[in-house]
């Protein structure tokens, strides 16, 4: 079986990557950065988010576990202390697949260009130093006209990142779902939104159609992209799905309690 291992590059995650690389070669594996089966990633949330962009055009083929460096994280649930017991699973392949589903964002421009991007955690749209306004439409109908500071898109995994702070509710990932979160809405007589956040199943979608020719800031996850020509943008669940290899159960729940709740 073929692996590749994604560093943070601080020394620790440094020293881990070093340790399993030769455990696993001990046990017969091979080191193959380009077309790993598997792909363990040790440091945060956000080193496997860097790993499963690397993977993204080939996600049915490829199994991801994260190890933390530092708190424990949701893509990174593995303690370092765990290495030895994660590596002899591997290698007897003694794992379980679970599947996460991902967002699709489709985004159109004026001159009909169009580009198609997954999301592991999450879209957001902001316009620099001006408020942003934007139809928002929910399986072709128009359901309000926002403005405020932006908008979060996010998956049921992500929703405990960015959508989390703010205030958006937590998913758990074995819904075919996506959610809509509002930032900063104006809200008044004259100006109105919905307020809450939404939670749209799998087959609808949502655009969202700029009023002006706004400048937009859009990521997706930890990327960053610039839009000036901006016609729509699109969400729905992506029929890809991530792959995360499971070793011994810890419901996410728990992992949502550990996180936020208490460590004890
Ligand atoms: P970052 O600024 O280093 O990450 C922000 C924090 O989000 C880190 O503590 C990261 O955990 C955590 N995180 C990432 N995915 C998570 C998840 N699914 N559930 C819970 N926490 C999660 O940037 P980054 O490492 O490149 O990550 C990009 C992500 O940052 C974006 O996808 C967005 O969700 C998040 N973000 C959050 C805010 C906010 O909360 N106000 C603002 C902007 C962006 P680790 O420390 O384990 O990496
Ligand atoms: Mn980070």
């Known amino acids: 079986m073929k692996f590749s291992i994604q560093s943070r590059r ?92 991902l967002l699709e964002v489709h985004v159109q421009t004026h001159n009909n260009e169009s580009k198609t991007y997954l999301a592991l955690n999450e879209a957001t749209i902001k316009s620099p130093d001006v408020t942003l306004v934007m139809d ?41 779902a996506f959610q809509i979160t509002e930032m900063a809405s104006i809200n008044n007589r004259v100006f109105r939104t919905v307020g809450s956040s939404l939670v749209l199943p799998a087959h609808h979608n949502c655009a969202l159609i700029p009023v002006s020719n706004q400048q937009f800031t859009m990521t997706i996850d930890h990327n960053q992209f610039v839009h000036n020509d901006l016609k729509s943008v699109t969400f729905n669940v992506a029929n890809e799905r991530v792959r995360f290899a499971r070793f011994r159960p810890f419901p996410f729940w728990e992992r949502v309690h550990d996180s936020f709740v208490s460590n004890e």
């Not at 363990?40 to 991801?64: E, P, Y």
């Not at 309000?144 to 990142?161: H, K, M, Q, V, Y």
């Open 10 to 101: 601080d020394a620790q995650s440094n020293e881990l990557m070093g340790l399993a690389k030769t455990y696993l070669q001990d046990f017969g594996l091979i080191f193959d950065e380009e077309e790993p089966e598997i792909v363990i990633s040790i440091g945060g949330d956000g080193t496997l988010l860097h790993a499963f962009h690397r993977h993204i055009h080939r996600l049915h083929q490829v199994a991801f576990v994260g190890i933390h460096t530092g708190h424990l994280g949701f893509y990174a649930d593995w303690k370092p202390s765990e290495l030895e017991k994660l590596v002899l699973s591997i290698a007897k392949k003694e794992y379980n697949v679970v599947e996460y589903p």
């Open 136 to 176: 928002v439409e929910l399986n072709g109908n128009h359901f309000e006209r926002f403005r405020g500071d932006g908008l979060c898109i996010s998956t049921p995994s992500g929703s405990t990142a960015y959508n989390k702070a703010l205030g958006g509710a937590i998913i758990h990932p074995t819904l075919q």
